[in-house]
Protein backbone atom coordinates (compact mmCIF):
# COMPACT_ATOMS: atom_id res chain seq x y z
CA UNK A 1 0.00 0.00 0.00
CA UNK A 2 1.37 3.05 -0.82
CA UNK A 3 1.42 5.58 2.30
CA UNK A 4 -0.13 8.87 2.59
CA UNK A 5 -0.33 11.86 4.99
CA UNK A 6 -2.64 13.09 6.42
CA UNK A 7 -2.41 16.98 8.67
CA UNK A 8 -4.86 17.15 11.47
CA UNK A 9 -4.91 20.39 13.45
CA UNK A 10 -5.12 20.82 16.95
CA UNK A 11 -6.68 23.89 18.76
CA UNK A 12 -5.68 24.83 21.56
CA UNK A 13 -5.38 27.62 24.64
CA UNK A 14 -2.09 28.49 26.39
CA UNK A 15 -4.07 30.85 28.25
CA UNK A 16 -7.58 31.66 28.08
CA UNK A 17 -6.39 35.13 26.03
CA UNK A 18 -4.02 32.89 23.81
CA UNK A 19 -5.47 30.65 21.52
CA UNK A 20 -2.53 28.48 19.49
CA UNK A 21 -2.39 25.29 17.16
CA UNK A 22 -0.50 22.70 16.26
CA UNK A 23 -0.24 20.41 13.29
CA UNK A 24 -0.37 16.21 13.87
CA UNK A 25 0.31 14.28 11.02
CA UNK A 26 -0.47 10.45 10.13
CA UNK A 27 1.00 8.26 7.85
CA UNK A 28 -1.14 5.55 6.63
CA UNK A 29 0.31 2.66 4.80
CA UNK A 30 -0.37 -0.80 5.90
CA UNK A 31 -0.04 0.16 9.40
CA UNK A 32 -0.49 3.99 11.21
CA UNK A 33 2.62 5.94 12.20
CA UNK A 34 2.13 9.55 14.24
CA UNK A 35 4.63 12.04 13.97
CA UNK A 36 4.01 14.10 17.09
CA UNK A 37 0.58 13.65 19.20
CA UNK A 38 -0.51 17.35 20.12
CA UNK A 39 -1.44 18.42 23.33
CA UNK A 40 -2.81 16.39 26.08
CA UNK A 41 -6.78 15.28 25.80
CA UNK A 42 -6.35 15.48 21.90
CA UNK A 43 -6.36 11.49 21.48
CA UNK A 44 -10.58 12.10 20.97
CA UNK A 45 -10.06 13.86 17.97
CA UNK A 46 -7.40 11.94 16.45
CA UNK A 47 -8.97 8.57 17.02
CA UNK A 48 -12.27 10.55 15.58
CA UNK A 49 -10.19 11.45 11.97
CA UNK A 50 -8.86 7.69 11.94
CA UNK A 51 -12.66 6.34 12.18
CA UNK A 52 -13.69 8.83 9.50
CA UNK A 53 -10.70 7.50 7.24
CA UNK A 54 -12.04 3.79 8.08
CA UNK A 55 -8.58 3.10 10.49
CA UNK A 56 -8.36 2.37 14.15
CA UNK A 57 -5.97 3.70 16.75
CA UNK A 58 -4.99 0.08 16.86
CA UNK A 59 -3.48 0.29 14.11
CA UNK A 60 -0.86 2.63 15.01
CA UNK A 61 2.45 0.87 15.72
CA UNK A 62 4.99 4.24 16.49
CA UNK A 63 4.89 8.21 17.38
CA UNK A 64 8.19 9.56 16.24
CA UNK A 65 8.72 12.87 18.19
CA UNK A 66 10.16 15.58 16.50
CA UNK A 67 10.61 17.43 20.53
CA UNK A 68 9.66 17.58 23.91
CA UNK A 69 7.78 20.67 24.13
CA UNK A 70 3.92 20.36 25.27
CA UNK A 71 2.16 20.46 22.11
CA UNK A 72 4.09 17.88 20.29
CA UNK A 73 4.11 14.98 23.58
CA UNK A 74 0.78 15.72 25.07
CA UNK A 75 -1.18 12.99 24.12
CA UNK A 76 1.32 10.23 23.30
CA UNK A 77 0.87 8.50 26.90
CA UNK A 78 -2.62 7.47 26.35
CA UNK A 79 -1.77 6.05 22.56
CA UNK A 80 1.51 4.29 24.27
CA UNK A 81 -1.26 3.02 26.83
CA UNK A 82 -3.97 2.05 24.58
CA UNK A 83 -2.05 0.20 21.48
CA UNK A 84 0.88 -1.63 21.01
CA UNK A 85 2.78 1.51 19.40
CA UNK A 86 6.73 2.66 20.23
CA UNK A 87 7.71 6.29 21.19
CA UNK A 88 10.54 7.30 18.98
CA UNK A 89 12.33 10.53 20.34
CA UNK A 90 16.13 11.92 20.89
CA UNK A 91 18.55 11.49 23.38
CA UNK A 92 18.53 14.90 24.08
CA UNK A 93 15.18 15.55 24.06
CA UNK A 94 13.97 12.17 26.02
CA UNK A 95 14.64 13.54 29.73
CA UNK A 96 12.22 16.23 28.93
CA UNK A 97 9.36 13.40 27.51
CA UNK A 98 10.25 11.12 29.81
CA UNK A 99 9.45 13.67 33.50
CA UNK A 100 7.72 16.12 32.47
CA UNK A 101 7.78 17.64 36.36
CA UNK A 102 11.47 18.06 35.37
CA UNK A 103 10.51 19.50 32.11
CA UNK A 104 8.22 22.32 34.02
CA UNK A 105 10.90 23.34 36.06
CA UNK A 106 13.37 23.92 33.43
CA UNK A 107 10.75 25.59 31.02
CA UNK A 108 7.87 26.72 32.57
CA UNK A 109 5.12 27.51 30.93
CA UNK A 110 1.16 28.66 31.86
CA UNK A 111 -1.02 25.92 31.85
CA UNK A 112 1.74 23.05 31.23
CA UNK A 113 0.89 19.91 32.57
CA UNK A 114 -2.87 20.93 31.10
CA UNK A 115 -1.06 20.68 27.79
CA UNK A 116 1.68 18.19 28.52
CA UNK A 117 -0.44 15.82 30.03
CA UNK A 118 1.47 12.62 31.61
CA UNK A 119 5.63 11.40 31.13
CA UNK A 120 5.64 9.03 28.86
CA UNK A 121 8.09 5.84 28.21
CA UNK A 122 10.28 6.21 25.13
CA UNK A 123 10.89 2.95 23.79
CA UNK A 124 13.25 3.86 21.26
CA UNK A 125 16.25 6.29 20.78
CA UNK A 126 16.72 7.95 17.72
CA UNK A 127 20.07 9.89 16.54
CA UNK A 128 21.31 11.26 13.16
CA UNK A 129 21.77 9.81 10.14
CA UNK A 130 19.10 6.69 11.92
CA UNK A 131 17.54 4.31 9.10
CA UNK A 132 14.32 3.28 11.04
CA UNK A 133 12.19 0.27 8.67
CA UNK A 134 8.66 0.33 9.23
CA UNK A 135 7.65 -2.28 6.64
CA UNK A 136 7.80 -3.27 3.14
CA UNK A 137 8.74 -0.42 1.07
CA UNK A 138 8.27 2.49 4.24
CA UNK A 139 11.13 3.66 6.26
CA UNK A 140 11.75 6.98 8.23
CA UNK A 141 15.25 8.43 8.02
CA UNK A 142 16.43 10.72 11.25
CA UNK A 143 17.91 14.15 10.65
CA UNK A 144 19.14 16.28 14.10
CA UNK A 145 17.38 19.35 13.09
CA UNK A 146 18.05 21.36 16.87
CA UNK A 147 17.56 24.89 17.80
CA UNK A 148 14.42 25.54 18.43
CA UNK A 149 15.00 22.64 21.36
CA UNK A 150 17.68 20.84 22.50
CA UNK A 151 17.85 17.77 19.87
CA UNK A 152 15.34 18.47 17.90
CA UNK A 153 15.00 15.89 14.67
CA UNK A 154 12.97 15.81 11.76
CA UNK A 155 11.58 13.03 9.96
CA UNK A 156 11.79 11.99 6.29
CA UNK A 157 9.53 9.52 4.98
CA UNK A 158 9.46 8.94 1.13
CA UNK A 159 9.12 12.24 -0.29
CA UNK A 160 7.51 13.76 3.09
CA UNK A 161 10.20 15.87 5.73
CA UNK A 162 8.36 16.19 8.98
CA UNK A 163 10.40 19.30 10.47
CA UNK A 164 8.09 19.89 13.54
CA UNK A 165 9.06 23.57 14.69
CA UNK A 166 12.52 23.58 13.59
CA UNK A 167 11.70 26.87 11.65
CA UNK A 168 11.06 29.74 12.99
CA UNK A 169 8.16 31.69 11.14
CA UNK A 170 7.86 35.48 10.73
CA UNK A 171 5.18 37.49 12.05
CA UNK A 172 5.04 34.28 14.93
CA UNK A 173 6.96 34.05 18.66
CA UNK A 174 10.55 32.84 17.23
CA UNK A 175 11.84 30.69 20.10
CA UNK A 176 15.18 29.08 19.65
CA UNK A 177 17.67 28.07 22.67
CA UNK A 178 20.66 28.31 20.13
CA UNK A 179 21.76 30.77 17.96
CA UNK A 180 24.19 28.82 15.70
CA UNK A 181 21.90 25.84 16.25
CA UNK A 182 19.66 27.59 14.46
CA UNK A 183 21.42 28.11 11.56
CA UNK A 184 22.54 25.32 11.06
CA UNK A 185 19.27 23.70 10.62
CA UNK A 186 18.08 26.27 8.00
CA UNK A 187 20.93 24.56 6.41
CA UNK A 188 20.54 21.09 6.73
CA UNK A 189 16.99 21.37 5.97
CA UNK A 190 17.73 23.16 2.43
CA UNK A 191 20.12 20.36 1.23
CA UNK A 192 18.46 16.99 2.35
CA UNK A 193 17.85 15.53 -0.92
CA UNK A 194 14.70 13.80 -2.56
CA UNK A 195 12.19 16.17 -0.78
CA UNK A 196 9.11 16.94 -2.73
CA UNK A 197 6.75 17.93 0.86
CA UNK A 198 7.86 19.53 3.98
CA UNK A 199 4.96 19.04 6.40
CA UNK A 200 5.69 21.85 9.57
CA UNK A 201 3.69 21.40 12.65
CA UNK A 202 2.64 25.33 12.16
CA UNK A 203 1.62 25.55 8.82
CA UNK A 204 -0.07 23.52 5.90
CA UNK A 205 2.42 21.53 3.89
CA UNK A 206 4.91 23.25 2.09
CA UNK A 207 6.17 22.65 -1.51
CA UNK A 208 10.36 22.96 -2.65
CA UNK A 209 9.44 26.11 -3.47
CA UNK A 210 7.68 27.10 -0.59
CA UNK A 211 10.09 25.92 1.53
CA UNK A 212 12.79 27.50 0.24
CA UNK A 213 11.19 30.93 0.82
CA UNK A 214 10.44 29.86 4.29
CA UNK A 215 14.09 29.28 5.28
CA UNK A 216 15.23 32.75 4.00
CA UNK A 217 12.48 34.31 5.29
CA UNK A 218 14.12 32.52 9.07
CA UNK A 219 17.24 33.22 8.26
CA UNK A 220 16.53 37.22 7.66
CA UNK A 221 14.34 36.79 10.83
CA UNK A 222 17.50 35.42 12.93
CA UNK A 223 19.66 38.53 11.27
CA UNK A 224 17.33 40.91 12.30
CA UNK A 225 16.66 39.76 15.55
CA UNK A 226 20.51 39.88 16.17
CA UNK A 227 21.03 43.25 15.28
CA UNK A 228 17.98 44.16 17.27
CA UNK A 229 20.08 42.53 20.53
CA UNK A 230 23.14 43.97 19.43
CA UNK A 231 21.73 47.69 18.45
CA UNK A 232 20.06 47.52 22.11
CA UNK A 233 22.39 46.04 24.47
CA UNK A 234 24.53 48.08 26.86
CA UNK A 235 24.87 45.51 29.48
CA UNK A 236 21.14 46.04 31.09
CA UNK A 237 19.51 43.52 32.91
CA UNK A 238 17.62 40.77 30.75
CA UNK A 239 14.04 41.48 31.13
CA UNK A 240 14.50 45.09 30.37
CA UNK A 241 17.21 44.27 26.81
CA UNK A 242 13.92 41.78 25.76
CA UNK A 243 11.74 45.63 26.31
CA UNK A 244 14.27 46.98 24.43
CA UNK A 245 14.21 44.84 21.20
CA UNK A 246 10.43 44.32 21.09
CA UNK A 247 10.04 47.86 21.28
CA UNK A 248 12.57 48.09 18.39
CA UNK A 249 11.31 45.87 16.12
CA UNK A 250 7.46 47.02 17.04
CA UNK A 251 6.21 43.44 19.05
CA UNK A 252 5.18 44.81 22.07
CA UNK A 253 2.98 41.09 22.00
CA UNK A 254 6.46 39.63 22.87
CA UNK A 255 7.18 41.33 25.82
CA UNK A 256 5.28 38.92 27.90
CA UNK A 257 6.47 35.86 26.62
CA UNK A 258 9.09 34.30 28.60
CA UNK A 259 10.12 32.03 26.00
CA UNK A 260 10.93 34.86 23.59
CA UNK A 261 13.37 36.55 26.68
CA UNK A 262 15.19 33.16 26.14
CA UNK A 263 15.61 33.95 22.51
CA UNK A 264 17.37 37.23 23.74
CA UNK A 265 19.36 35.47 26.13
CA UNK A 266 20.71 32.93 23.37
CA UNK A 267 21.64 35.93 20.89
CA UNK A 268 23.18 38.11 23.61
CA UNK A 269 25.02 34.96 24.88
CA UNK A 270 26.70 35.00 20.84
CA UNK A 271 27.02 38.62 19.87
Not at 53 to 59: F, H, L, N, T, V
Not at 63 to 79: E, K, M, N, R, V
Not at 227 to 241: F, H, Q, W, Y
Amino acid sequence: MKAKVHQIKIDFHVTKEIARFVYVYIIEAEHLYLIDSGVFGCETQIVDYLARIGRKASEIKGIFLTHAHPDHIGSAAWFQKNTCCKVYASEGEKRWIEDIDLQYRERPIPNFYRLAGKSTRVDVTVKDGDVIPLEEGLSITVFRTAGHSKDGVSYLAGIHLFIGDAVPVKGDIPIFLDEQEQRTTLEILGKIPNVDEYCPAWDRIYSKEMMKEKLQDAAALLDTLKNAVVKTDDGMELSRLMEKVCDLLQMPMLKQNPLFQRTVACLREEA
